[in-house]
């Protein structure tokens, strides 16, 4: 067995998963350590935004956009500055930070309004390519909401629904000590009985039918 696989079958057995999916599914992971002095390139940035535009959305209308900023310009702490603490502590060592943005539409009330739900399809695109490229991109709701859209001009009509991080992975010795531990630490799953219901809501979930 090579790495690859001997890092699938920890995982698998880590988060109790029950059926074969695709690797993909569960090699990304939220990590805070990266490399400050290893570039994200030009072209990696483009091909994770181009994955994230071939996402599906509602009627088409595609709301999301990326507003992002790199390491070492002047936008840097346009992002930076509105992040809560505990994450900048950790997101000082990315390359790229940003905010996935999804344009207000009003659907005249014909169908329900889904632009953040859009939105969130399209950043899971995003995290995906960027595991599949092998580097950290890590979603975040720490951060202050007013500072943020003030610093970077954002009209009513748009909403901030998630920052993010983009870096090249490091050595986790460039983490504070707190967030070590985290970085080969379980992320559990509820199981597949949880979160799925035949029929009417019951209020509690009921999958016995789909045992494996
Ligand atoms: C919308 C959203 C907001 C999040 N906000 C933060 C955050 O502010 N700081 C942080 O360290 N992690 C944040 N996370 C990461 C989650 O904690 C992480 O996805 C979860 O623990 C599952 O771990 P995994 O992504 O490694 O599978 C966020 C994730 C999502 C999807």
Redesign the pocket.
Known sequence: MNNYEAQIKKVKEERGVEFDIDPIFLL?????AMDPNVPVTDRQFMTIVEAMRQAPSSSNKQPWSILFAKRETDNWPLFFDAL?K??QV?VKNGWIIGAFVSEKYDTGKLTTDTYSFDNGLA?MSFLLESSRQGLVA??????DEEALRKNIDLPPTHQV???FVLGVPGEVELLEERFRALETSV?ERKKIGDILTEGKFKGEAFSSAFES
Request: hydrophobic share 25%; proline share 5%.
């Open positions: 990304r992971r939220s990590s805070r809560y505990g994450n950790w950043t890590h979603p975040m709701a720490g951060y629904d998630a920052m992320s």
